[in-house]
Structure formats: C-alpha cells, structure tokens
C-alpha cells in the first residue's frame, strides 16, 4: 500500500514538471511603434554631399535650425563668413542664443545667431559666390540651410588685404603765399582718395589776464573752425603731395600784443577703396 501510495505521488510530480511545459503560451509580438514616433524617425536631417565633401576653394556654410527658410538661409551665410574670417585671419564676435517658451505642448523656440557687425575683418561677396544651396528638416520640425561658397585663396588674400585698413600719414613740406603744402603717403597698399580738410585755429593770449586787468577785457584764449573742399587725390602705398588754401593761420599785429600762441590742426578727410572713412591729422 505505500508503495502504491509512493509511485501515485512520483507520477503525478513528473507529470507537473513536464506536462505544463508544452502548455506555455507563445511570446507576444512586439508592440507596433505609433505612427508619430515613425513619422520622427523618417524625417531624418539629409545633409548634402558638398557639406561633407568641401571642394578645393570652397567653404560650406551650415545653419542652426530654424523656424523659417530665410532665418535658417542667413544663418547659413554667416557660418560662411566666421569661416571666412578665420581664414583671413582676423578678429570677430560670434552671438548665439536660444530661448524657449511656452508650454509643453506648445512650446516656443527663439534663436539669436547674430555675427557682430564690428567685426575686424572684411568679407565681401558671400552671397554672390553661392554655388550651391540646399534645405532639410530635422527631427523637431525646423529648417536647416546648407551653402556652398566660392572663395578661392586670391579673394583670401584680397581680404585680408583690406582687413589691414588704410593707414595714411601726413607732414607739412612747404607753406607760405596764402597756402600749405602737405606730403601724404599711405602704407598699408589699401587705396585712399583724400578729398576735403578741416581746419581747427586755436589762440592762446599769455598776457590776457594782465591786460583784462589793467587796460581791457581779452579773452584767455579763442578757437575758429573751418572746412574746406581740396583738389581730390588718390594714393595707394606711395606718397603724394595735397596742396591746400589756407589764411587766418599767421599771426596779426593784435596776436603779438597779446602774447597769442597759434596751434594749427589739420584734419585730412576722405574714403577708401571700400568707402570706410580715412582721416590723417597734420599740425600745420
């Protein structure tokens, strides 16, 4: 009887062990992704073979993503000057900022990519070089503007070049019979063309107090100013000669009773080959 009783209880446990094994139920597929979550995944950002291939002489401009085409375009284009500049060799200021507001479901985003207008360099005919451009979403939605530009190695050195700046340095070489004579030379190989001066007369009267004290009142001292528009000149890493009209600079007869000391400036005005403003100072 127990043995019976031992062997029921032997058959029953290996039926539990391996009888239950075949009922399992089969693994669940997976759960489909949602039809937004495959939207996200397809709209990946395409980028352009010119931006990761760059062609001799050429620089690729890439924008920060952007709400509209034209943010995202004027961003591509001054990712192309830094780019510019840095291989001019100059100073810039770079400004990148992004808010974001909102709520959850409707957030907003606000990108300030602003490269400084006092940058020291000079780049010109960005857009005008654009060989190529494209566009493409990113995952969120916003655009991003590829460009290629054009700017060989002779517009480099051309820009750095007019990077330098003129700089023009005057002296007086001859003055008498109403006018003065004044040698100009530009160093730096950026063309200027010199077109007007202007003209400051300070007196200083030594014996003014003196006199306000015992004879009559005079002034300490007086300033006229005045301009004047001269034959325009052009130089370009050379000297010239700038002849200007000038009176009311020599001393009178009232000057040396007042012990009057004369300073004479000069200020030189004109424009370089870009149209920024030159000045050279000359004391005359």
Sequence with gaps: MELKLLLSFAASLLGGL?????????PKPPNPAPPAVEARVQANLQVPSFVTNIPSGHFAGVSVPCHTLAEARNSAIGDAVKQILGSVGVE???HYLGRVSGNVRNPVRQVDDRLSKIAKGIVLGVEQRIVKSSWSKDVSGRYVYFILVLYPDRNISEMRRLSRGAKVIGRVVRAGNGGIEICVTEVNGVAVTLASIDVTVRK????ARFISYYIWKVPKSSECRFSQAIAPVRVCGSSTTVRVKLTGNEKQFSDYLL???LYVLGIIRGTDEIGRDVTVSVDL
Excluded: E, V
């Design 92 to 94: 810039y200021s770079h």
């Design 18 to 26: 391996f009888g239950n094994g075949s009922q399992q139920a089969p």
């Design 204 to 207: 200083a009267n030594r014996y």
């Design 259 to 261: 012990g009057a000391d």
